[in-house]
T-cell receptor, first 111, second 114 residues
Framework: QKEVEQDPGPLSVPEGAIVSLNCTYS??????FMWYRQYSRKGPELLMY????GNKEDGRFTAQVDKSSKYISLFIRDSQPSDSATYLC???????????FGTGTRLQVFP | DSGVTQTPKHLITATGQRVTLRCSPR?????VYWYQQSLDQGLQFLIQ???????AKGNILERFSAQQFPDLHSELNLSSLELGDSALYFC?????????????FGPGTRLTVT
């Protein structure tokens, strides 16, 4: 079993929809949770970064962490075609820089 | 643009050969990380260097090695290449390594082994 599980998709939604992307994990030592966006043939780009449990909002993006359920989410409001990309969750334990990535969810937003 | 640069963008080589991938971190970043991304394995952490010293090791094969130079750029050396080594190789950097978890990725080097 992988430490981080992520549905590969693809997830196809109309423009303006609310998108929910999720990851589950098994290692209770994970304390830092990140979401990266990766466009085709590009490097991953850091979108959101949260520590421990709770919510964090940045514009149209909201990240949620539920450590009791070992479940993290990324919500995208008013989705745009430019949001079409692969979204990778990543996490790490305290006092380590080693990031463990999910396999990524491919999102397509159609006009 | 993350500020992390990688060269070359593409590399095509034959099995058994050796190649070197180069990475320059963001200005001021001391940590460099190398990742391999393949279709079936996703993004896998290979190795981290912090200010010239190896800091953490992941799923790096013995045929692969890396180093970080005094000017903080890093090189990943891949030898005795096999078909299965074909992948995207990313370099990432972060400010302090251990105090921040925000890693910034370069555009990657696409390696094709024929």
């Amino acid at each position: 079993q992988k430490e981080v599980e992520q549905d590969p998709g693809p997830l196809s939604v109309p423009e303006g929809a609310i998108v929910s992307l999720n990851c589950t994990y098994s290692n209770s030592a994970f304390q830092y949770f990140m979401w990266y966006r990766q466009y085709s043939r590009k490097g991953p780009e850091l979108l959101m970064y949260t520590y421990s449990s709770g919510n964090k909002e940045d514009g149209r993006f909201t990240a949620q962490v539920d450590k009791s359920s070992k479940y993290i989410s990324l919500f995208i409001r008013d989705s745009q075609p430019s949001d079409s990309a692969t979204y990778l969750c990543a996490m790490s334990a305290y006092n380590t820089d080693k990031l463990i990535f999910g396999t990524g969810t491919r999102l397509q937003v159609f006009p | 643009d993350s500020g992390v640069t990688q060269t070359p963008k593409h590399l095509i080589t034959a099995t058994g050969q050796r190649v070197t991938l180069r990475c320059s971190p963001r200005s001021g970043d001391l940590s460099v990380y190398w990742y391999q991304q393949s279709l079936d394995q996703g993004l896998q952490f290979l190795i981290q260097y912090y200010n010239g010293e190896e800091r953490a090791k992941g799923n790096i094969l013995e045929r692969f090695s890396a180093q970080q130079f005094p000017d903080l750029h890093s090189e990943l050396n891949l030898s005795s290449l096999e078909l299965g080594d074909s992948a995207l190789y990313f370099c990432a950097s972060s400010a302090n390594g251990g105090e921040t978890y925000e890693q910034y990725f370069g555009p990657g080097t696409r390696l094709t082994v024929t």
